[in-house]
Structures are given as structure tokens and as C-alpha cells.
């Protein structure tokens, strides 16, 4: 192929004496000019691609743009003048991608063949141009765009304004401009006509536009007719009422939970209803079988399965149904709603409320008693208790009572009344002081913070029911911001709508504007330490308001002296002077502040702690923790002044408190912890001997003692007061002598002691001192007796002497006395128990201990 001409090459020899002369006719005007003009007219008969670098068109000059047209029409005229006797396929190639009949061609009888040629080449070049454009928009738009910016939205190189990428069909990167959509929109009614896309679409889009607008419109209108209709009922109707729960599926809580309930009222039915049990298992949910390897219906909402749901006289187990939860989640609503599908009327008791029991006792009785129960309905009572952890205790203990009550089946005419109405207590803190007696009587039936996607779901519906416009967003950022408290959500939606223009639509920023769900302190404190180490384009008034709403500013400061080590590098410790100089200010003026009780500083207290920010904050994030070290150490100082207070108190020793804590207490563990080589202090040495004396007696002397103590390995002796940790601060295990020589000391030091008191006693008594605390070599170091005495292994076993008993003096049954003769006669074997001081008992069994071997021919 390579030796034969392209097409242009082709066409140049052909045609060359033509084209030289079209040159020489305009050559008296402006050589560079027709360069430009015919040479890219020339090229642009290849239509397969009009424009060969088309972004080279753009940098040379939107001219060369405008020039096209000029061009095909040069080309045409060059086409004129040839003489003619070529194909269109000749000039074209093939041309069945071009639909004939669409182009509506006049007919070729009516014009000449060359006016049919031309007219021909005219639609085939628009055509090819319709295709191109359709199939590369850009190219085309580019091709169009002679007045038009270019070089504003397009660009080769990286450009500073926001881009997305393309490749051309050169393989080129181009990045263009990205515009929202109000500017696009703008720019294109800026354009001029000529922009074809603009041109081509403007019927479609003046269409779309309109039906639009008319749709808008329609739905203001809707909207106006509506709101003036519900005005007066809006104003009334609080949404959270207006969509509360009607039917069991609108509730949010866990299907678990409602289950729960559901069956414990459906267990009264027995005794309310006189109906059994039904005995089908309700559908219970699934849960994963590691065993089975299947999911299968577990009973888990049920308790324990061993557990009776009954008791004998066919009331549930457990007598009341404690419904816990945080507010707004929907506990009072589920109560009602299960009371009533469990087919009881729900009566409803404030028990905060009722602050005498005597009113609380009418309530009770009123609220459960048979007689007063039946409504219109016929429905029995279904007792339902809000607020129950704010009642007093005499109140729940009361309801205990009633509850647990029963009838004395002795005693056929019992004033006692028994419970025969189920009773849901509600609470929001299950584990209140005064709800102590009723835990153990409760069926506990926790309700969690709803799940987000449901609230955001039911948040939906009601924005559809309200015609309130909201982004599906907005709606789940509404749902996450309300944690799982749907009357918050409720209410912060209606506040929303009250807020905008009818018609204007909740966006997420509206959302994140509005005040909810920021009562939690702690995540606040992380937020605002968060804010202060993050650099996050905050202002310092943005970054102090938030540490006003957080509040706590000790417990910032900790968390700020907690973390700034992490938070960026420091190595010429500059970071480190700055923040302890500022802490050291806030701590000096919130003493100051607490001490004067003089609130005139309060203020300074965030600003001190916002200027941590300028300081602190980094691009990078950094992982706050939440400060705990403070309280933490706090508390370890107040667990070491106990100690040593009490060391302080029980010391014999008179010392300060302070000479005490510098010079004693850290030396005393070495004192206490004498090292011998064993346990049993008879086989020590003297001067192990000596060092347990005096460990002994410095315990005595600072109030220590060894107790017994149960710990993880059995008892073990454990000094009390804990000197070791107040003296060593962590070590202290590696320091306390091993258990057996604990044992020891213990055993030395009440020896000690017992001899300490016998010698005040001596002295109180002005007797001569008996004892000597003495170390001798060979006797037990204990307490040693001066008075001569033979050694142990001399001394022997004396009898005590029998002291003769008193003839006992005989009762009868009647309290006469009866002579003793009379009584040895009655009583012949046994009389020699009763008077003899000596007497022996005879137990059955046997006992191994004492063993001697028996001959068999002994037995024989
Ligand atoms: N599924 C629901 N759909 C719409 N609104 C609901 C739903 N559940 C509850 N509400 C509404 O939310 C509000 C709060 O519900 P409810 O009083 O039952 O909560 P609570 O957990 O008992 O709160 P508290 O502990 O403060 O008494 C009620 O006005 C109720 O109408």
C-alpha cells in the first residue's frame, strides 16, 4: 500500500494545475491567509475527520473556528470546478452509513447532475457532521464554539479551578471545567445559537422547563389549598399524637421486645379471661444453631426456659412487667398499644405522681379491683405505671406488697385482695434505689433506642403525610442526630417545616443546624477536644462556643494535658512550655474561682482553653482519648491518705505527719520484711531471730497487724494498714516477705503484744515487771518467763486433783426432791453415771489408727 498515493495525495496530483491556479487568483490578497484558508479546506475533504487536532484548533485561535464554514464553502467551490466525473463513493468512501431518505434529497431530474453532486456532498458533510457530533459532543461543541470561552473551561494542564479529566481521541489529557448546575445553565443562556448542542436542544429543553414549572406550580397550589384547610388543626395537633402508633406494625421497638410483652399480658388471660394458655408456641425469632449450622426460632425473648411462666394459682411468675428504657423511644406507647391488642382498657397511673401511699392505694385499688374495672367496653383494666423510678420507695414497696399478696386458703373470709390484672411499671433507670424490691418480682423488658433506619423511615412517612419537602438525607442525618428518640425526631421535623417557606425543602445543613440531641456531657467533652486538637478551618469563636457547650472545663483541661504529648511533634519542647504555661493560668484562676467563690473570672476559663486550639491543633487528625488519668490519680491520693492516716492515728510512736510520710514510711518495708532462711522460727539464727523481734515490735509500734484474709490463692496474711503500697507506689509485691514468714511475724507480734499489755498492766499496778523481752540463745525468743522454771522435756504430767462433787440434790418431774437412795434404787446401772466424775461413752464404729497384726491361728 505504501507505494500507492492516499486520497490527498491522489487528489493534489490530480487536480494540481487547478489548485495552482486558484492560488495564483489569490495570491494578490494575503498569502498566510489562504494558507490557513486552504490548506486545512484541502485536508477537511477526508471527512472520515474533519478537524485533525482539534485542540490545536482551540490554542490557535477560536477564528480558525469561525473560519470552517468559510473553508467547506471554499471546498465546495474547489469541488465546482473540477471537472467532474466521479462517484460519490469516489469521494467519500462508503456512504450506507448515511440515510437517504431522511436527508430528503430532491430529486436528481429536476437539477443538474452537477447541482445533484453538490447538493449531495453538501447533506453527506452535514450528515457526517450530525454523527460526529452526536457521537463526540465535546468535539463538536468544540468545533462550534467560535464566540465562546474555550480556553476558560478547558485546559491542558492541571488547571486551579475544579476539573474532571478526559482523553481525547488523540489520546491527549484534557481537563474541564466542572460547573454546578445553576451555572451551567446560565453559560448555556449566555452561549450564543451557534453552540449546536444549545441550538439543538432548546425546544426539548424550553419543553422540559415548562412541564416543570407547571408541576411546581401545581404542587404550591395543592400545598396553599392544604395548609389553609389544616391551619387551625396543625396548630393543635402535635405530630408525635397526630402519628402515634395506631396499629401494631407502626412500632419502632425491636420485635423481640413487643413479643415479650405481647405473651407475658396473654399469660394473664387464664385468670382475667378464664381462657387456657394457648399452647402453640408464638412465632419466636430466628437465631443462628452453631450445632444445626441452620437458623433457627429460638425462644430467647422468654427467659429461661426452666423458669415457670405460672404460678399454682395461675398468675404469671413474674407479677408485674418492668418496661425500661431512655425517653422518647416509646415505651408508654407500646404499653397501651399491647394492652389494648391484648384486649384490656389501659388505665394509666403517674406513680410519681401519687406522693401518698394512701392515694396511691386508692389508685391501686380502683385500678385493679374487678368491681371498678368494666368500661363500656367490657374491657378489664390493664394497670400501667409511668415514671415509676420516681416514686417514692414506700410507694413501690406498696405495690410489692399488692402484688405479691395471697389468699390465706385457712381463712375463707380473707380481706386480702390478690392481684388479677396485669401491671406494666415504666421506668427509664432500672437500677433506681427505690425500685429495688420490685426487680426481683419484674419481668424486665428492656426497650433500646430505635434503630436509625427505621426512624428514618417512619420520619418519611410522616414528611409525605405533611407534604414536608426533605432530602432522603437530611431525613437519616435527622434520625442519627435524634439517637433512636423518636419524639425528638418528631418534634425537630415539625420544627423544621414551621421554620422554612412552604415548599422549600429540609436540606442536611437545616439538620445539622438545629438543636437536638446534645445532652450527652461526655461526648460533648470529646467533641470539643476533638475541636481543639483538629484544624478543621474552626475560627476561635467557633472552637470557644464550643467548649462553652460542653461545659466542664476541668475536666477539658485534663484531657487537654492528657493528650497534647500525642498530638504533634516537639522535639525543642516549645509546644510543651506553651500549653503547661496556659494550664498552669487556668488552674491557678479556677482555684482562685473556687476558693473566693468569686464567679467574675468564670469566663476566662474556655477562652484560656479555646487558646489551647491555636497551639494544639493539626491537620492531621489525632485520636483523642477521654481523660480518665485525673480522676484516676485522685482517687489513688485519696486511697494513700487513708492509709497513711491511719498509720499516722494507730502509731505508739509520736512523729508528725509529715516526718512520718518522708522519713518512716519508706524505710519501714525493709524493717518488716526480714529475710531468714526459714519459716520456723526455732531453727533460726539469732540475728533472725532479733530482726523479727524487731519487725514484731516496729508493727506494734505503727499499729500494723497481719490479718487473715481470703484472696485468689485460699487465705493469706495481708498487713493492714497496706504500708507497702504507700511506700513503694507499684513494686511493693517483689517486697512482702513470703507467706509462711507473714505467718510468723504474725505469730511473733501477738506474742508481742500480749506482752506489751502484761507490762502496762504491771506497770499500772505498781507490780514488779514479770516479763523481760530478752534473747537468749537457746529458748524460743517469745516471751520469756524469768521465774525459774524446769524445762519442758523434764517437766511431768501432774493429775489434777479430783474435786469431789456435791451430792446432787434429785428433782421429780413435780419439782419435789427425792431422797438419793430412792434414786440409786429407781435408776441401779445407770447411778454410777450420775454420781461418779468419771464416765465413759461408747461410740459404734471402727478406727484404723492403731494397727497391730493378728496372727490367723490366734483367731483360730
Ligand atoms: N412508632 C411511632 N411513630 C410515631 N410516633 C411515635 C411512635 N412511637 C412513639 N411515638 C410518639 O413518641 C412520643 C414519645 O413516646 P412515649 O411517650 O411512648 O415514649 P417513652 O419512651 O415512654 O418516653 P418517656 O420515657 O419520656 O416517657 C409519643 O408522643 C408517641 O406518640
Known amino acids: 500500500m505504501g507505494d500507492f498515493p492516499d486520497p490527498d495525495e491522489e487528489y493534489e496530483l490530480m487536480y494540481s494545475d487547478d489548485l495552482e491556479l486558484i492560488r495564483e487568483i489569490d495570491d494578490g490578497t494575503d498569502s498566510k491567509k489562504i494558507k490557513n484558508k486552504v490548506l486545512p479546506a484541502k485536508r477537511s475533504l477526508d471527512f472520515s475527520s474533519p478537524v485533525q487536532k482539534p485542540l490545536l484548533h482551540t490554542q490557535q485561535s477560536s477564528a480558525n473556528a469561525s473560519s470552517l464554514s468559510e473553508s467547506y464553502q471554499s471546498q465546495t467551490d474547489i469541488i465546482s470546478s473540477i471537472p467532474t466525473k466521479r462517484t460519490a463513493e469516489d469521494l467519500f468512501g462508503d456512504i450506507n452509513d448515511i440515510d437517504f431518505d431522511d436527508l430528503g434529497l430532491p430529486s436528481k431530474r429536476q437539477k443538474t447532475e452537477e447541482e445533484n453532486d453538490l447538493e449531495l456532498i453538501n447533506k453527506i458533510i452535514e450528515s457526517r457532521k450530525m454523527r460526529q457530533m452526536l457521537s463526540e459532543p465535546n468535539r463538536a461543541l468544540l468545533d462550534n464554539m467560535s464566540n465562546y470561552n474555550v480556553s476558560k473551561n478547558l485546559s491542558l494542564k492541571i488547571p486551579k479551578w475544579a476539573f474532571m479529566p478526559f482523553t481525547n481521541w488523540d489520546g491527549d489529557r484534557v481537563y474541564v471545567r466542572m460547573e454546578s448546575e445553576d451555572s451551567w445553565e446560565e453559560s448555556l443562556d449566555l452561549a450564543p445559537d451557534q453552540i449546536s448542542l444549545k441550538s439543538m436542544f432548546t425546544p426539548v429543553w424550553e419543553e422540559a422547563r415548562k412541564i416543570l414549572e407547571a408541576k411546581k406550580n401545581r404542587i404550591e397550589q395543592d400545598l396553599v389549598q392544604e395548609t389553609t384547610v389544616n391551619d387551625k388543626q396543625d396548630f393543635t395537633d402535635l405530630w408525635v399524637e397526630k402519628y402515634k402508633p395506631k396499629s401494631y406494625i407502626d412500632l419502632l421497638s425491636e420485635e423481640p421486645v413487643n413479643r415479650c410483652l405481647l405473651h407475658w399480658l396473654h399469660l394473664w388471660d387464664k385468670i382475667v379471661f378464664n381462657k387456657d394458655l394457648k399452647t402453640v408456641e408464638p412465632q419466636q425469632r430466628n437465631s443462628f444453631s452453631k450445632r444445626t449450622g441452620q437458623f433457627q ?34 415505651k408508654t406507647t407500646l404499653a397501651h398499644l399491647l394492652a389494648r391488642l391484648a384486649g384490656y382498657r389501659p388505665v394509666e397511673l403517674n406513680a410519681s405522681d401519687e406522693r401518698s401511699t394512701d392515694q396511691f392505694k386508692n389508685a391501686l385499688q380502683s385500678a385493679t379491683l374487678m368491681r371498678s374495672v368494666l368500661d363500656a367496653e367490657k374491657r378489664p383494666n390493664c394497670l400501667i405505671l409511668d415514671e415509676i423510678d420516681g416514686a417514692p420507695i414506700q410507694t413501690v414497696e406498696l405495690l410489692v406488697r399488692w402484688c405479691t399478696a395471697k389468699k390465706d386458703e385457712g381463712k375463707k373470709k380473707s380481706r386480702v385482695h390478690v392481684l388479677k390484672r396485669p401491671v406494666i411499671a ?21 426497650v433500646g433506642a430505635v434503630c436509625s433506619t427505621r426512624l428514618s423511615s417512619r420520619l418519611t412517612l410522616v414528611a409525605k403525610c405533611e407534604r414536608v419537602y426533605v432530602a432522603a438525607r437530611a431525613l437519616t442525618a435527622l434520625a442519627a442526630r435524634a439517637r433512636g428518640d423518636v419524639r425528638s425526631a418528631l418534634h425537630a421535623l415539625s420544627f423544621l417545616r414551621a421554620g422554612g417557606k412552604n415548599g422549600d425543602q429540609i436540606k442536611v445543613e437545616d439538620v445539622e443546624n438545629i438543636a437536638i440531641g446534645t445532652k450527652d456531657n461526655s461526648q460533648s467533652i470529646m467533641q470539643a477536644l476533638q475541636t481543639i486538637f483538629t484544624l478543621n478551618n474552626n475560627d476561635h469563636e467557633a472552637v470557644l ?39 498552669a493560668l487556668f488552674d491557678i484562676t479556677n482555684s482562685w474561682i473556687l476558693r473566693t467563690s468569686n464567679y467574675s473570672m ?38 494513700m491518705d487513708s492509709i497513711l492516716w491511719s498509720i499516722w492515728r494507730g502509731s505508739t510512736v509520736y512523729n508528725t505527719k509529715k516526718s512520718l510520710k518522708l522519713d518512716i514510711i519508706p524505710l519501714l518495708p525493709y524493717l518488716l520484711s526480714p529475710v531468714l532462711r526459714s519459716a520456723n522460727i526455732q531453727l533460726c539464727s539469732d540475728s533472725e531471730r532479733k530482726s523479727v523481734l524487731s519487725c514484731a515490735g516496729a508493727m506494734c509500734d505503727y499499729g500494723l497487724t497481719y490479718i487473715q484474709r481470703r484472696e485468689q490463692n485460699g487465705y493469706e496474711h495481708v498487713i493492714e494498714p497496706d504500708v507497702y503500697r504507700l511506700a513503694l507506689f507499684g513494686p511493693e509485691d517483689r517486697m512482702r516477705p513470703s507467706p509462711a514468714v507473714r505467718q510468723t511475724i504474725a505469730a511473733q507480734q501477738q506474742l508481742e503484744v500480749i506482752r506489751r499489755n502484761e507490762e502496762m498492766m504491771n506497770r499500772s499496778s505498781g507490780r514488779p515487771e514479770k516479763c523481760e523481752r530478752k534473747v537468749s540463745k537457746k529458748e524460743v525468743p517469745s516471751v520469756e518467763v524469768k521465774e525459774s522454771r524446769l524445762p519442758n522435756h523434764l517437766q511431768r504430767l501432774q ?53 497391730r497384726n493378728v496372727r490367723m491361728r490366734d483367731l483360730m
Open 297 to 330: 426460632m429460638s425462644n430467647k425473648w422468654r427467659g429461661k426456659k426452666d423458669e415457670p411462666e405460672m404460678d399454682e394459682d395461675g398468675r404469671p411468675h413474674h407479677k408485674v412487667a418492668l418496661v425500661c428504657g431512655p425517653p422518647g423511644v416509646g
Open 426 to 446: 415504666i421506668c427509664n433507670d432500672l437500677y433506681a434505689t427505690s425500685l429495688r424490691p420490685l426487680r426481683p418480682i419484674s419481668l424486665i423488658v428492656s
Open 602 to 639: 468564670y469566663g476566662v476559663l474556655p477562652t484560656l482553653l479555646a487558646r489551647g486550639h491555636d497551639i494544639l491543633a493539626t491537620r492531621q487528625p489525632t485520636r483523642v482519648k477521654f481523660p480518665m488519668t485525673s480522676q484516676e490519680m485522685s482517687r489513688k491520693k485519696t486511697e
Open 799 to 851: 493429775p489434777k486433783a479430783i474435786e469431789r462433787a456435791l451430792p446432787q440434790v434429785q428433782k421429780d418431774f413435780f419439782g419435789r426432791i427425792v431422797q438419793v437412795a430412792e434414786v440409786q434404787k429407781q435408776a441401779d446401772g445407770v447411778s454410777g453415771l450420775i454420781t461418779s466424775s468419771v464416765f465413759y461413752q461408747y461410740r459404734e464404729g471402727f478406727n484404723n489408727a492403731v494397727r
Open 545 to 583: 462556643k464550643v467548649i462553652q457547650a460542653a461545659g466542664e472545663y476541668e475536666r477539658i483541661a485534663d484531657g487537654i494535658f492528657e493528650n497534647y504529648p500525642c498530638s504533634r511533634s516537639d522535639s525543642r519542647l516549645l509546644v510543651s512550655c506553651a500549653i503547661s504555661e496556659l494550664l
